[in-house]
């Protein structure tokens, strides 16, 4: 049946497959406004997609929405790194998540899509879900995360979360979840991710080339540059990644070496005494802190 359909068709089911997957949902106005259509042919798409995969979907009348079942198992092949790359262009457009659940994506490295499915579900149904993680400083274990955004480091993605172990806001590795499935209990208040405090703090970077760097033109050029500076304001969570990932030297002095380190944090001090910001430099170059809140 699948060789049969039109290209159109076809890649209207597959966003029926796809929301079905990744947000758990959809109803038939989602369909409606995506690809601007009427209600007859979106209510034959519907049928169709019925007739191919009965067992994937039920309609609650309550809600005029198609749910995700228990038996469902993808028509259509869905990759999990583009999923996310996907998400970050256009959540803000018409997906659930909405514009803060994902941040700016690079190309991510063997994430398991039925796990980044799992994590877009329980972020669009704000629910909590148990993990077996595998952590680097304490090595395989049982938690229970409380999800609401992904974000990426320039190497790998990461779902913040709430995680009920530390009772602390956490970043955890995708790609080192090793199962996922519901949790027993809903999410408590404390867990909502207006209490995420790195997620919700601003914090603004100067980066200036570094004070030691022989050409300090050319990391002008580099990183486009007005006035010597570059000025940033990103998430404090966010921030300490970008940090540690273009190595930049974040001593009072510029003591690191600047051949490694092209960058210089020039404000530095001003946000160490900060302690809503402080902990944007937990990871990066010349930091003499106790560590981050990730695994």
Not at 166 to 194: G, L, M, W
Not at 197 to 222: C, G, R, S, Y
Request: glycine content about 4%.
């Amino acid at each position: 049946m699948l060789n049969e359909l039109s290209h159109g068709q076809r890649e209207r089911l597959t966003y029926i497959d796809f929301c079905l997957q990744f947000f758990g949902s959809i109803a038939r106005n989602d369909l409606i406004q995506r690809f601007q259509m009427g209600l007859a042919s979106c209510s034959r798409d519907f049928a169709t997609y019925k007739e191919l995969a009965p067992d994937n979907l039920v309609l609650k009348h309550e809600t005029k929405r198609y749910y995700r079942t228990e038996a469902f198992q993808p028509v259509f092949d869905h990759d999990g790194e583009r999923a996310l790359s996907y998400f970050s262009k256009h959540a803000a457009l018409e997906l659930p998540l909405g514009r803060s659940s994902v941040v700016a994506a690079v190309d991510l490295i063997n994430v398991a899509p039925a796990i980044i499915a799992a994590l877009t579900r329980a972020i669009t149904a704000n629910q909590a879900v148990a993990i077996e993680y595998a952590s680097l400083s304490s090595g395989l274990s049982q938690r229970e995360i409380v999800p609401h955004a992904f974000l990426n480091s320039g190497h790998r993605w990461h779902v913040r979360a709430f995680d009920r172990k530390s009772k602390q806001f956490r970043d955890f590795v995708c790609t080192r979840i090793t199962s996922i499935q519901a949790a027993t209990s809903d999410p408590d208040a404390h867990e909502q991710p207006q209490h995420d405090i790195e997620w919700n703090t601003d914090v603004t970077l100067n980066l200036v080339p570094h004070p030691k760097h022989q050409h300090p033109k050319a990391i002008e050029l580099d990183y486009q540059m007005q006035h010597q500076q570059l000025e940033l304001t990103l998430r404090v969570a966010e921030a300490k990644y970008l940090l540690r990932f273009w190595n930049v030297d974040v001593t009072a002095e510029a003591t690191l070496d600047p051949n490694v380190c092209h960058l210089w944090l020039k404000n530095s001090d001003s946000l160490i005494r900060d302690e809503k910001v402080a902990t944007v430099l937990t990871l990066a170059p010349g930091n003499k802190g106790q560590g981050s809140k990730n695994d």
